[in-house]
Nanobody, 129 residues
Framework: QVHLVESGGGSVQAGGSLTISCAAS??????????LAWFRQVPGKEREGVAA???????NYADSVKGRFTISQDNAKDTLYLQMNSLKPEDTAKYYC?????????????????????WGKGTLVTISS
């Protein structure tokens, strides 16, 4: 079993910062999920991978957020984070936490192609211009 709950979404002015979190639980998560990621989705658009991290800490980012977003994890707390800086209006979306066994790798390109095994319900992030 894997249970993912996002939190920390809200409204931020363009250029501002926000950190969102994902609390994970379940035996399957703790023992088997080797790839954790953040996705985002806007109504009418496909869900896209934003950032990914392996259990060992290797990270990967979408080109649109490189240099602005940082994905991290606190393994002791089973919590995933996404620190977002220099936010832009186009970053507005519902952000989803996801977990996967990582059998096919843990990069944004791979995850966009093959998907994830488990998903949270999302947290909304709105950036005002």
């Amino acid at each position: 079993q894997v249970h993912l709950v996002e939190s920390g979404g809200g409204s931020v002015q363009a250029g501002g910062s926000l950190t969102i979190s994902c609390a994970a639980s379940g035996y399957t998560y703790r023992m088997s999920m080797n790839c954790l990621a953040w996705f985002r989705q806007v109504p009418g658009k496909e869900r896209e991978g934003v950032a990914a991290i392996t259990r060992d800490g290797t990270t990967n980012y979408a080109d649109s957020v490189k240099g602005r977003f940082t994905i991290s994890q606190d393994n002791a707390k089973d919590t995933l984070y996404l620190q977002m800086n220099s936010l832009k209006p186009e970053d507005t979306a519902k952000y989803y936490c996801a977990a996967d066994y990582g059998r096919r790798g843990c990069t944004v390109v791979v995850l966009n192609s093959y998907g994830m095994d488990y998903w949270g319900k999302g947290t909304l992030v709105t950036i005002s211009s």
